[in-house]
């Protein structure tokens, strides 16, 4: 009874859905602008990823879409950032799945009926919830990896289908039971090496490296950084603000840590009264 009760949620995707238009040319230009400005240190990685989307349009596409790119760099530098806010800009939803230490592949293909932990996969849940446009996040794919000898599967052979178009338009989940449709939806992947990820997947990518940013971006990362904050606390924008001395302590930092020291900052009882709202 409760598989049936489950199962009855997912008779909705038998249904034609809408997918996302393609934005204008103007729309996709302005777009790629406003990632330019926030993340300056990865120009190269963005014409990668907005080059595709621009050609597509050029040529009469009518729905927006891309090949799944893997952005590749150290820790630190962004790339999960940059793709989220990509997805806020193109206006679709985004899940983000952590694949470090994934082991096998019950995330991307969900779990047989009959035990306990059965579900459809996150692939197919998120599109349940939200529709077939929907931005994945696959992060740190470099780290997952099935056991050998282990009967759970790879994880990243388990992408093989899902990035490969024409598979994707039949990707099967075991709890389901059925054939899928999820080509529609946008894959980025992200890595900090090449080194651990296998050759026919990287066959299925378009690679773009995102170095580390530098101190001369500093500034950049300390606002993104506050209106992050802004968008997670649900405050107005423009209501955290740091002095100049307070932004010259965070030159240098990587974002994670001036992330930290930002917190810290707004957070200092001595600003009190500067940080309360009246």
Same mark, same amino acid.
């Given at each position: 009874?409760?598989?049936?009760?489950?199962?009855?949620?997912?008779?909705?995707?038998?249904?034609?859905?809408?997918?996302?238009?393609?934005?204008?040319?103007?729309?996709?230009?302005?777009?790629?602008?406003?990632?330019?400005?926030?993340?300056?240190?990865?120009?190269?990685?963005?014409?990668?990823?907005?080059?595709?989307?621009?050609a597509r349009k050029r040529f009469?596409?009518?729905?927006?879409?891309?090949?799944?790119? $893997?952005?590749?760099?150290?820790?630190?530098?962004?790339?999960?950032?940059?793709?989220?806010?990509?997805?806020?800009?193109?206006?679709?939803?985004?899940?983000?799945?952590?694949?470090?230490?994934?082991?096998?592949?019950?995330?991307?293909?969900?779990?047989?009926?009959?035990?306990?932990?059965?579900?459809?996969?996150?692939?197919?849940?998120?599109?349940?919830?939200?529709?077939?446009?929907?931005?994945?996040?696959?992060?740190?794919?470099?780290?997952?990896?099935?056991?050998?000898?282990?009967?759970?599967?790879?994880?990243?052979?388990?992408?093989?289908? $899902?990035?490969?178009?024409?598979?994707?338009?039949?990707?099967?989940?075991?709890?389901?039971?059925?054939?899928?449709?999820?080509?529609?939806?946008?894959?980025?992947?992200?890595?900090?090496?090449?080194?651990?990820?296998?050759?026919?997947?990287?066959?299925?990518?378009?690679?773009?490296?995102?170095?580390?940013?530098?101190?001369?971006?500093?500034?950049?990362?300390?606002?993104?950084?506050?209106?992050?904050?802004?968008?997670?606390?649900?405050?107005?924008?423009?209501?955290?603000? $740091?002095?100049?001395?307070?932004?010259?302590?965070?030159?240098?930092?990587?974002?994670?840590?001036?992330?930290?020291?930002?917190?810290?900052?707004?957070?200092?009882?001595?600003?009190?009264?500067?940080?309360?709202?009246h």
């Amino acid at each position: 009874r409760s598989d049936n009760d489950l199962l009855t949620q997912y008779e909705v995707l038998r249904k034609p859905t809408a997918l996302a238009a393609m934005p204008s040319l103007d729309r996709i230009e302005a777009i790629q602008e406003a990632m330019k400005r926030e993340f300056p240190w990865a120009q190269a990685a963005l014409e990668t990823i907005m080059s595709e989307i621009r050609a597509r349009k050029r040529f009469g596409s009518k729905v927006l879409g891309m090949q799944p790119v $893997l952005l590749c760099g150290p820790p630190g530098s962004g790339k999960s950032r940059l793709s989220q806010r990509l997805s806020e800009l193109l206006e679709i939803p985004s899940t983000v799945i952590n694949m470090a230490g994934m082991t096998d592949t019950k995330t991307l293909k969900g779990v047989t009926r009959g035990w306990s932990s059965n579900r459809p996969s996150r692939i197919v849940e998120s599109v349940l919830r939200t529709g077939p446009s929907h931005l994945f996040l696959l992060d740190e794919v470099d780290k997952a990896h099935g056991y050998n000898g282990g009967n759970g599967g790879d994880p990243q052979e388990a992408l093989l289908d $899902l990035l490969e178009p024409l598979n994707a338009r039949r990707y099967g989940d075991v709890f389901l039971q059925t054939e899928c449709d999820v080509s529609h939806c946008l894959y980025i992947l992200t890595a900090n090496s090449l080194s651990r990820i296998s050759e026919p997947l990287l066959s299925r990518l378009s690679l773009a490296y995102v170095p580390a940013p530098g101190p001369e971006y500093s500034l950049t990362i300390a606002h993104g950084i506050l209106r992050d904050l802004e968008k997670t606390w649900r405050i107005p924008e423009g209501a955290l603000q $740091l002095d100049p001395p307070e932004m010259r302590k965070l030159t240098g930092l990587s974002p994670r840590e001036m992330r930290r020291a930002v917190l810290a900052i707004v957070g200092d009882s001595a600003d009190l009264k500067r940080f309360t709202l009246h």
